[in-house]
């Protein structure tokens, strides 16, 4: 989910931890509660900065190890903690209750939108992401927003908030079940499909698919039930040559092929070099594929430069990917 939501879900989570008579009595006891579900309720997109070292290392490890088991028990204790420090003579135990229920919560409902976390590390570094909630999604939100707004005015925070999310949990039923249909008509329609990728997006009506057959990538839309092929791109395999081995081992190319599921690529040649680009076919914007991995490799196999990350003009990408004369 985005930042919005998951802090909105921490102070919803806060209103919650009221049915504690202890913490609802004690108006510290409930700020540090507060504080720790809020906190917690982020925490574990703290791995945001990684951005500032390079894409590479923020694309290998957004959603990774941050979002793994181990992790999900530190931030839960070192956030709890750390209140407990700062504001001495309360109880741990509720401290620490509710703001790791924050952090689990947080990675529990990152697997339902299409990037997805590696929430079993380090028992597995599959990504898991089930694809039928957006990133943003504006029900969920605005469910907060009505939730908070109640009590403002003076309704018990418990009952308003498990009410919505005993609503909100046959929104993401009803969510599943169009994803699901969806499938099931690809799956019948094309007999050989390996894997059907959907990206829902902030309309409730509009999805993004991405579909992989034996021979074929499908890039398409599904409006209102109906699907829209948009694009199809021959299924060719990576070759087995120097110029793709070389190309693997450019660390923008390793982050891409890590993350990324559903891809094409091209090989161009120019005078001095080739370039070898991978386009994620998930992702598209206006018929344009803003997320790639391209790496420029000489003759001699020396890399010349490399990018990968999200780009949405040819003009920028080259930019980036400025060999000098």
Avoid at 34 to 42: A, C, L
Avoid at 83 to 108: E, K, Q
């Amino acid at each position: 989910m985005d930042t919005a939501t998951h802090i909105a879900m921490g102070i919803a989570l806060g209103g919650i931890a009221t049915a504690d008579p202890a913490i609802a009595e004690n108006p510290v006891l409930f700020s540090a509660v507060m504080i720790g579900t809020i906190v917690g309720s982020h925490a574990p997109d703290f791995d945001t900065v990684l951005k500032l070292k390079s894409n590479a290392v923020y694309l290998r490890h957004h959603r990774g190890i941050t979002h793994s088991i181990p992790l999900v028990l530190f931030w839960g204790w070192f956030i709890s903690s750390l209140i407990y420090l700062a504001i001495p003579n309360l109880s741990y135990g509720p401290i620490y209750r509710w703001t790791a229920l924050a952090v689990v919560i947080h990675v529990f409902v990152d697997i339902f939108n299409a990037y997805g976390t590696q929430a079993l590390r380090p028992f597995s570094n599959r990504w898991i992401a089930l694809g039928f909630i957006n990133t943003f999604d504006p029900v969920i939100f605005t469910a907060h927003i009505i939730g908070f707004v109640l009590w403002g005015i003076g309704l018990n925070p418990t009952i308003v908030f498990l009410s919505i999310y005993a609503i909100l949990v046959l929104y993401y039923i009803k969510r599943y079940l169009q994803k699901k249909a969806m499938v099931k008509k690809l799956t019948l329609y094309y007999g050989d499909v390996e894997g059907v990728y959907a990206s829902p997006t902030i309309n409730q009506n509009i999805w993004r698919l991405a579909i992989t057959t034996n021979d074929s990538f499908y890039v398409a839309r599904a409006i209102d039930g109906n699907i829209q092929i948009v694009h199809k791109f021959d299924r060719v395999p990576l070759p087995n040559n120097r110029l793709i081995a070389t190309a693997k081992t450019d660390k923008n190319v390793a982050a891409f092929l890590s993350f990324s599921s559903v891809y094409r690529y091209e090989i161009t040649e120019y005078d001095r070099y080739t370039e070898v680009r991978f386009i994620d076919l998930r992702y598209r914007a206006k018929d344009h594929y803003p997320f790639v991995a391209v790496v420029n490799i000489s003759e001699n196999l020396d890399i010349l430069s490399s990018f990968t990350g999200w780009v949405f003009s040819e003009d920028k990408l080259q930019d980036k990917l400025l060999i000098e004369e």
